[in-house]
């Protein structure tokens, strides 16, 4: 029997529904010193349950004191993890003053005799109390005929909550599971979903991240100090010839120094240099510290890290960017430039801004100005090489002036007189006209015509439909002009998906848009085959059930997948659009 002491509470919250997802990842990996905290709060049995929105949590709290005790919970770990879960929370407008959870009132609490040891197997339901035709003893009283241990109902305002605890039987528990749906959904009960329980405390797992980190800033140790949460932590960084390599430049701090710092950190277990090259230069590693979780945040999500920990078993965990308290966002990008200076994606018609492509078939290409929230990997079709030269020109914005004018300059910087390989103006006018742009081209280097978007309905309505998956920059010795097939019939399919594009963005249509999208790409890759290799079309099978349509960022080769969907895509990036207001 439960000693007469232990007090069974119940309370209710609202978790805001974009971080359902995230909010049962991370309940799945508590931070151990908030069990601890718990655990010396006098608090057992703690459960927490999700149903439509709603969070139920049901406790024993087997102290003498609870407000004390509720007090001490509130330790360093403890406010930081509530630092995490706060932001996606939201207490109910009919809770007491200074309640975050609504403390729920006891309607009724049932006891069962001594059973075998506990199962930990708990099922809770929740309804609106206007639908109850059942009196609530009934309830109770027909569960407790069916070896729970415990049965208590709470009600705060109209929600009214049942939790029932089971202590029998392994094997009878299906059986036992049907009677409380059946009992429940009787009295129009809704069963509810556990999301989090805790007796006691978990094993330490091993954590692994890995990252290039230079120029060591709050967002680093942001996201360091959440992964840490999930166990002990490997920080396995790039050595600087491989992040030269990657980034196109090397570190400003080598890698003895970013080692050096990365292991005093206190949340840090160890650190190690990457012995490998490539995006996926930490097997070596990897193998010798044999993770139980590999972390990410939502930039270095990549198929790849994907595929290689489904191989290995290790679970794989992408958190956003969440900064610290009240800090603001930071990157590395950032710190190096305090650089505003916009990179861009180029929608669809991509290549007619070549003349050797548009003397066949006239036609436009449409971008967008995308702000510097990523450090963008360069040589990723996101026109990095033009955005380092707008970054000589102007240090660190677009200066204000006739923008035709300012890419025109921008343009004519990048392909000084002799340029073997011109590139193509679309990357100029990508970066610096803000919003939507569609530029027609016609033989020429430059377009006859430019018509532009900055409509925020319009705008906001493309950035939601948009998520980027990293792919990583493409490989030395890439050639995308070798193997050709350049003809007016493609030129023209090109221009006619591309123009198609456009109106369905124009009407917010997303599955004309995703249909003409991934046309405008199929049109691409027609004439220019290199675009894609049997990798890059294996990781676009795996995301096609899911988008709408699809394209690889610029010249393919590598970059990011870009994926057109109206439903949200685990691990992707947003990117935000530069409006002309912030120009």
């Known amino acids: 029997m439960t000693d007469p002491k232990t007090q069974h509470i119940g309370s209710l919250l609202r978790l805001r529904p974009e971080y359902e997802?995230?909010?049962?990842?991370?309940?799945?990996?508590?931070?151990?010193?908030?069990?601890?905290?718990?655990?010396?709060?006098?608090?057992?049995?703690?459960?927490?349950?999700?149903?439509?929105?709603i969070l139920f949590s049901h406790l024993e709290y087997i102290g003498d004191d609870y407000d004390a005790d509720m007090a001490a919970i509130a330790d360093e770990t403890t406010r930081e993890w509530w630092k995490l879960t706060d932001p996606m929370q939201e207490p109910l407008e009919t809770r007491k003053e200074g309640e975050w959870w609504a403390i729920m009132e006891m309607l009724g609490h049932k006891e069962g005799g001594e059973q075998p040891g506990r199962q930990a197997l708990r099922l809770a339901g929740?309804?609106?109390?206007?639908?109850?035709?059942?009196?609530?003893?009934?309830?109770?009283?027909?569960?407790?005929?069916h070896a729970f241990r415990a049965v208590s109902s709470y009600r705060h305002d109209k929600t009214v909550c049942l939790y029932a605890e089971?202590?029998?039987?392994?094997?009878?528990?299906?059986?036992?599971?049907?009677?409380?749906?059946?009992?429940s959904r009787q009295a129009g009960f809704q069963e509810m979903k556990e999301v989090f329980h805790t007796d006691g405390l978990p094993g330490k797992k091993k954590v692994i991240v890995t990252g290039c980190f230079d120029l060591l800033h709050s967002g680093h140790l942001a996201f360091l100090k959440e992964a840490a949460g999930y166990g002990d932590l490997y920080v396995c960084i790039g050595n600087d010839e491989n992040v030269s390599s990657l980034k196109g430049r090397y570190p400003i701090n080598s890698q003895?120094?970013?080692?050096?710092?990365?292991?005093?950190?206190?949340?840090?277990?160890?650190?190690?240099?990457?012995?490998?090259?490539?995006?996926?230069?930490?097997?070596?590693?990897m193998d010798d510290i044999g993770p139980d979780i590999f972390i990410v945040n939502e930039d270095g999500n990549t198929p790849t890290k994907v595929e290689l920990c489904r191989h290995k078993g290790i679970e794989y965990i992408v958190l956003k960017r969440i900064p610290y308290g009240n800090l603001p966002i930071r990157s590395t990008t950032a710190l190096k430039t305090e650089c505003r200076i916009p990179f861009r994606i180029d929608l669809a018609g991509g290549w007619l801004d070549q003349p050797f492509v548009s003397k066949y078939y006239p036609g436009p290409v449409i971008t967008i100005s995308i702000e510097p929230t990523f450090e963008f990997n360069d040589r990723s079709g996101m026109a990095s090489s033009t955005r380092r030269k707008a970054i000589e020109l102007w240090k660190s914005d677009v200066p204000h002036g006739d923008r035709e004018?300012?890419?025109?300059?921008?343009?004519?910087?990048?392909?000084?007189?002799?340029?073997?390989?011109?590139?193509?103006?679309?990357?100029?006018?990508?970066?610096?006209f803000p919003g939507l742009n569609k530029h027609n081209y016609s033989g020429d280097y430059w377009p006859y015509s430019i018509?532009?978007?900055?409509?925020p309905v319009i705008l906001d309505?493309?950035?939601?439909?948009?998520?980027?998956i990293t792919l990583g920059p493409r490989v030395s010795g890439f050639h995308v002009l070798e193997n050709t097939n350049i003809t007016a019939e493609g030129a023209r399919a090109l221009a006619e998906a591309t123009d198609a594009c456009w109106t369905a963005i124009l009407s917010k249509n997303i599955v004309e848009f995703g249909?003409?999208?991934?046309?405008?790409?199929?049109?691409?890759?027609?004439?220019?085959p290199n675009m894609v290799d049997e990798s890059i079309l294996n990781i676009i099978g795996e995301y096609e059930n899911r988008a709408h349509g699809w394209k690889l960022s610029g010249a393919g080769g590598g970059g990011y997948l870009i994926l057109a969907s109206d439903c949200s895509v685990p691990g992707a990036m947003k990117i935000k659009i530069r409006r002309r207001e912030d120009y």
Not at 451 to 455: F, K
Not at 518 to 528: D, L, P, T, V, W
């Open 21 to 53: 997802e995230r909010y049962i990842v991370l309940h799945k990996h508590i931070f151990p010193g908030v069990l601890r905290s718990i655990s010396r709060s006098n608090i057992r049995n703690y459960s927490i349950f999700l149903r439509d929105g």
């Open 126 to 145: 929740c309804r609106n109390e206007e639908s109850c035709r059942n009196s609530q003893d009934s309830v109770i009283a027909g569960l407790m005929g």
């Open 256 to 285: 003895e120094e970013r080692h050096f710092m990365l292991s005093s950190l206190a949340c840090v277990k160890e650190c190690r240099i990457n012995s490998g090259t490539g995006i996926i230069d930490f097997l070596k590693e």
């Open 166 to 183: 089971y202590a029998g039987e392994i094997d009878a528990w299906p059986r036992v599971e049907e009677e409380f749906l059946r009992f």
């Open 405 to 432: 004018q300012l890419a025109k300059i921008l343009f004519a910087y990048e392909n000084p007189p002799g340029t073997n390989e011109v590139s193509g103006a679309q990357d100029a006018l990508g970066i610096v």
């Open 451 to 455: 018509e532009s978007v900055d409509d």
């Open 461 to 468: 309505w493309l950035e939601s439909s948009l998520y980027l």
């Open 515 to 528: 249909k003409q999208f991934r046309r405008s790409f199929e049109a691409q890759i027609a004439m220019f």
